[in-house]
Every structure is written in C-alpha cells, then in structure tokens.
C-alpha cells in the first residue's frame, strides 16, 4: 500500500505480491480530463511500464480507505482481484481478456460469488460468508 504521487487520488493500494512480469493497482480519484470519478484497478507489464487492463468497480464517491482494499492474484497468476470491504468486487483474467465486477454502490452491494471465477484465490475469503457460517 501507498500514497499516490497525485494529490488528487484519494486512495491508492499497490500489489506487491504480482507476478514477476506484471503489477496492479488501484486508485480512487475525483476524476480529471483523462480519467472520469471513481474507483478503478489497474494492470500494467513491468517490463514496459504500460497499463494494459484497468475495470472500473465504482463510479460513485465511496468512503473507501486504503486499508478496506485488497488486491489478490490467483494462484496461477492468470486472474487478478480486487476485494473492498472484505468482499471480491472485481476480476480481470488476463489470460482470457474477461473481466468480472458488480456494481458497487455501497458497502453491502453483492459481491461475486461465482465459485468459476473465484477459483485460484486461495487467500481469498468473503466476509459476509465467512460471518454467515461463524453464526
């Protein structure tokens, strides 16, 4: 995790934890001329520094904070995640080019559930499952 160079983003995560031959992140920012408001994560090749995929998981202000995000890899490195408030909000595969997210509009919004696409996110838990079955 960190703080954007860019004053204007009001939240900021890195992955550390990619594979050796990309990077994600995920920014919240107002929006400006290139980028509209919102909440968005981003994968970029190390080698060239390119962003080559981005999905937007929100376009409303939200009260997110650096600590409620997490970006998560699948075990093989194909699939990148993004869960917020404990929750899986979105999915890019690269190596199928399929994206996956559901609106997020506010902390209690449906996450995915999908067991296809969770697979390979071993670290990965859901908070409202994990809570449900604690009861």
Known sequence: MGKSPDDRVRVYVANVSAPKEYEAFFEDTPGDKETPPGGYLYIKKRESDEIIRHLEIYALPLDVEDEDVEILWSSDGKKCGISIWGRMRGIINLATGIEMSLPLLRRDSPAITDPEWLEGFDEYLD?????????
Request: no cysteine.
């Open 127 to 135: 908070q409202i499952q994990f809570i449900r079955i604690r009861q």
